[in-house]
């Protein structure tokens, strides 16, 4: 069976940095691009980055929003990706989901989310 | 990049048929067959119904079917289940390693 679960998420200053992890199993991670996704309360889906395999030399890629205060990376021997988030702002409060693809170009799988508060 | 535009709600009585729009433009709907669907319930994980503009993956129903015309995509839900009623959303490549999602649609099924 398919599982993808997020962590860490939880109530963090304005300026803070958080750590979200996700942790994979019942399909071939090392094979998969992992991408992070998040939903603000009452709004949309919006992509914030997505890194790659090994074949593709880990490569990331981020949304304009996130770019340069996000990072994505991920640990094949630990099936885990990560989203590493400095800078945070009041928008960037929602629920963080990341998701797999194998096919590169669409999101397979997915966690149920974890939710990121920032707030004084 | 802008968002994919989805009307903001759909409905149909249980076995009709409704269709959701996702229009973009010649930069990621219009110029890729990179088009997905996705069905979220509140406080669930999102669930792939449709990839690649039509295929659908394994398990989910052919009531379940996906198009594309142009710069516009649609997803038609046939022979609607009150198991329908969710938010859905389409997604596609935008060339440039760069992902951009629609608003989402709330299906309604009366």
């Known amino acids: 069976e398919v599982q993808l679960v997020e962590s860490g998420g939880g109530l963090v200053q304005p300026g803070g940095s958080l750590k979200l992890s996700c942790a994979a199993s019942?399909?071939?991670?090392?094979?998969?691009?992992m991408h992070w996704v998040r939903q603000a309360s009452g709004k949309g889906l919006e992509w914030l980055g997505r890194v790659r395999n090994k074949p593709n030399n880990y490569a990331t890629a981020y949304a304009a929003s996130v770019k340069g205060r996000f990072t994505i990376s991920r640990d094949d021997s630990k099936t885990t990706a990560y989203l590493q988030m400095n800078s945070l702002k009041a928008e960037d409060t929602a629920v963080y989901f990341c998701?797999?693809?194998?096919?590169?170009?669409?999101?397979?799988?997915w966690g149920p989310g974890t939710l990121v508060t920032v707030s004084s | 990049q802008s968002a994919l535009t989805q009307p903001p709600s759909a409905s149909g009585s249980p076995g009709q048929s409704v269709t959701i729009s996702c229009t973009g433009t010649s930069s990621d709907v219009g110029g890729y067959n990179y088009v997905s669907w996705y069905q979220k319930h509140p406080g669930k994980a999102p669930k792939r119904m449709i990839y690649?503009?039509?295929k659908r993956p394994s398990g989910v129903p052919d009531r379940f079917s996906g198009s594309k015309s142009g710069n516009t995509a649609s997803l038609t839900v046939s022979g609607l289940q009150a198991e329908d009623e969710a938010d859905y959303y389409c997604t596609s490549y935008a060339g440039s390693t760069f992902w951009v999602f629609g608003g989402g649609t709330k299906l309604t099924v009366l």
């Open positions: 019942g399909f071939t991670f090392s094979g998969s691009a």
């Open positions: 690649e503009v039509s």
């Open positions: 998701s797999s693809s194998q096919d590169g170009y669409s999101f397979e799988y």
